[in-house]
């Protein structure tokens, strides 16, 4: 189902209308930042503001871009958003590579994903009750509700909320400082608040997960795996650093749990694999992961080791062992040969033995079946790219942007597409519309300038359209500045 952004109407709020050449429009209007706590935030507010802070997100360096993780997290994460209570708007998910065990959620339905979280889960059911945690927080309106609840709160503002927040996300200890700083309330009432939304959210999460097919009693399982490093380590997890653990949290989630019948979930092979990618390409270094592989290998006494097969071709892969990688992926896919995962990793084999009209071919009968799958889609249009076939890369990214308008890696791609094809103009125009992702609208200005530039004097409505974007990407850097 295709969401639509509302159309918003807020205090000093300006109209940015997004464009790249060919790419569906939508419309994102920057609220004033700097009202009161006070003053209560209606859905749309807290959408907006959730768009600004993922602007800045996308433009750290932890940031992963990466389709099959990607498709695997939304696919998980939109079950559980099905099956939840009080669902406003839709949710998006995006990992961090970070090996500590966090997940945290803020304004607007986004959830972000540590690496670590799904390297150190046991099963999908752990990691899913972590996502029907924080999705809960969202749902529940938690950071909102903690805004309208203070009684002193005139040297709080949402910008300092979103600091605190943004500074959460990349160092949770001076997060909370800055949240401290930021409140004029006591440390204490502050943290007996929170604890009251974790008790909320270990609710909802755990009716959600249970709706949703898994196993409720995981919930109480993930929390004693973090109290027991929580014993052995001088500094908690970064979870627990905004996730206060009481002993008696535990306890409560396990009674809880015990209101449910006891459920068997089937282990998930794309569980599985998501963990082995994670491993290989974000965890550990290839040829550490290697070792790490086949070593599990050899003492595994499982019937079904594909996850660790396809991690150790992974590793391979990545260290131009093309051979070994190639032999394992040939197996693989013998036993699945529609698998995502699969088809991603042997796209990856052909291009780097320089075969990427077989990708091509490979890609182009799945893509004919299932034209939207981003995984699909992105890694075609990449072949295309390295096959030098421009305008199939080109065909298949508009078609793509219909669907998803934001998507940013393949507004990088398309970039890429025009710079490769000498055409200046829709390569400035189409680097304008990236760097806007990023909330750089001073160089998304100057790269439009650029793009009117090699506009001809005759194509009055392209000259048009352009100026009207500089108009509106110049205004935009005006109104961030006031934060």
Not at 101 to 122: E, K, M, P, R, W
Not at 404 to 425: F, G, I, R, S
């Given at each position: ?186 440390a204490l009432n502050n943290l007996s608040h929170s604890r009251k939304a974790e008790q909320e959210a270990d609710r909802f999460g755990m009716k959600t997960l249970k709706n949703a097919g898994f196993d409720p009693y995981a919930s109480s399982e993930f929390l004693s795996k973090l109290a027991e490093q929580v014993r052995y380590k001088n500094k908690p997890p970064a979870f627990l650093l905004t996730h206060p653990l009481p002993e ?236």
């Amino acid at each position: 189902m295709q969401y639509k952004r509302p159309l918003l109407s807020l205090l000093t709020a300006v109209a940015l209308q997004w464009q790249g050449s060919a790419l569906a429009q939508s419309e994102f209007n920057l609220p004033d930042l700097g009202t009161s706590a006070s003053q209560a935030l209606s859905i749309e507010k807290e959408q907006a503001i959730g768009d600004v802070m993922m602007m800045q997100i996308r433009a750290g360096a932890g940031f992963i871009q990466d389709p099959v993780l990607d498709e695997y997290v939304s696919s998980l994460g939109n079950k559980l958003v099905a099956n939840a209570d009080d669902v406003r708007f839709p949710f998006k998910f995006f990992w961090l590579k970070n090996p500590d065990i966090n997940a945290f959620a803020f304004y607007g339905g986004h959830v972000g994903v540590h690496t670590g979280l799904l390297a150190q889960s046991d099963n999908e059911s752990q990691f899913a009750s972590v996502l029907g945690h924080e999705i809960a927080h969202v749902t529940q309106r938690h950071i909102a509700r903690r805004l309208q609840n203070q009684k002193d709160n005139s040297a709080l503002t949402v910008a300092g909320m979103i600091a605190g927040i943004l500074a959460t996300i990349v160092a949770p200890d001076a997060g909370m400082a800055i949240l401290s700083a930021n409140s004029t309330q006591s440390a204490l009432n502050n943290l007996s608040h929170s604890r009251k939304a974790e008790q909320e959210a270990d609710r909802f999460g755990m009716k959600t997960l249970k709706n949703a097919g898994f196993d409720p009693y995981a919930s109480s399982e993930f929390l004693s795996k973090l109290a027991e490093q929580v014993r052995y380590k001088n500094k908690p997890p970064a979870f627990l650093l905004t996730h206060p653990l009481p002993e008696t949290r535990i306890s409560d989630v396990r009674l809880r749990a015990e209101q449910y019948e006891k459920v068997y979930v089937p282990s998930s092979l794309n569980f599985a694999l998501a963990k082995a990618r994670v491993l290989a390409r974000y965890q550990y270094e290839p040829k550490i992961a290697e070792q790490f592989f086949r070593s599990n290998l050899e003492r595994s006494s499982s019937l079904d080791n594909r996850d660790l097969e396809y991690g150790l071709a992974l590793s391979l892969l990545d260290q131009k062992k093309l051979k070994e990688s190639e032999a394992i992926l040939k197996k693989l896919r013998s036993e699945d040969p529609n698998n995502l995962f699969y088809i991603d990793a042997q796209t990856d084999l052909l291009i780097a033995k320089g075969q990427a009209k077989e990708a091509v071919t490979l890609l182009s009968s799945f893509h004919d079946l299932r034209p939207n799958n981003q995984v699909i889609t992105l890694n075609l249009a990449n072949a295309a790219i390295e096959a030098k076939d421009f305008e199939l890369a080109l065909q298949v990214l508009k078609v793509f942007a219909l669907e998803k308008p934001e998507h940013n890696l393949a507004k990088q791609l398309l970039t890429k597409v025009y710079e490769e094809q000498n055409n200046k103009a829709a390569f400035h125009e189409a680097k304008a519309d990236l760097l806007s992702q990023y909330g750089a609208y001073t160089k998304a200005a100057d790269e439009i300038q650029k793009a009117l530039n090699h506009v001809e004097d005759s194509e009055e409505i392209k000259q048009q359209r352009l100026k009207a974007l500089l108009s509106q990407y110049r205004q935009m850097q005006k109104a961030l500045a006031k934060l």
